[in-house]
């Protein structure tokens, strides 16, 4: 497990957890579970989190960027125009080229738009942007988004925020079966045995940030996922057992007295 490195646009991680910087009480809460949590990523909304006004608190102050990547994500963002303008702000401002983009469809159900997201996808990647995609969890759309110069796929596993977890598993491993990319759940998980499942499907990593940020004990959530996670990867890696109708004995037949 040691040299088994999660690689996002040739870059090495240690772990596969991701996490997300909102929804927490504060600034400070959220820099504990991260630590706790072991994310050597973590997403950044430019358009809500503080990045840049000094004479408010920065995130910067809290999480260290030069300890933990971060990643300019376009959550709010719900057109091509939008999604642009944001993470070309973002370069600006940081310098950041690995950025998360996210186009919503609608405010009620957070659903991505794949039209404008597929456009967008292309626009960046053709100005040097490495983009993990936000998706949905059709496989020909994978594909596009992959021929359009992705550096990852990041499709939900259920509504931004639901917790419902994984609710279509046939379509994430045709996904992972056709691409090549790091593929990684993003939204919808809700306690940590859903970030094991990504992770036994095949999934590269996941994405977390409500299930941690408003669980009723953030860091002990935190704590879980990054244990979910690892033991997730393992089990994938340690190769199960085929699927049977018909029984078969724990202990040898032989030798019984």
Request: hydrophobic share 40%; proline share 4%.
């Amino acid at each position: 497990m040691k040299n088994d490195k999660f690689i996002v646009a040739k870059k090495k991680y240690n772990s596969r957890l991701i996490v997300g910087t909102g929804k927490y009480k504060n600034m400070t809460e959220c820099a504990k579970a991260i630590k706790l949590s072991g994310a050597d990523i973590v997403t950044v909304a430019v358009r809500r989190v503080n990045i840049s006004d000094k004479k408010k608190p920065l995130l910067m102050d809290y999480i260290d960027p030069k300890k933990i990547t971060y990643l300019p994500n376009t959550a709010g963002c719900f057109n091509s125009d939008e999604a642009l303008r944001t993470l070309r702000l973002a370069r600006e401002i940081g310098g950041w080229k690995l950025v998360k983009l996210e186009v919503l469809g609608d405010k009620k159900n957070l659903f991505p738009e794949m039209i404008e997201t597929l456009k967008s996808t292309e626009i960046l990647s053709k100005e040097g942007f490495k983009v993990m995609v936000y998706c949905n969890d059709d496989p020909l759309m994978a594909k596009r988004l992959e021929n359009a110069g992705a550096c990852a796929i990041m499709p939900l596993a259920a509504p931004i925020g639901s917790g419902l977890g994984i609710l279509n598993k046939v379509n994430i491993k045709i996904i992972r079966y056709q691409t090549k990319l790091p593929l990684i759940i993003d939204a919808g998980l809700g306690q940590a045995s859903d970030a094991t499942i990504a992770m036994e499907l095949g999934c590269d990593g996941v994405l977390v940030n409500t299930a941690i940020a408003k669980a009723k004990k953030p860091y002990d959530m935190a704590l879980a996922f990054k244990n979910a996670v690892i033991a997730g990867r393992q089990s994938y890696l340690s190769g199960r057992i085929e699927k049977t109708l018909i029984g078969s004995p724990s202990s040898p037949a032989e030798g019984i007295i």
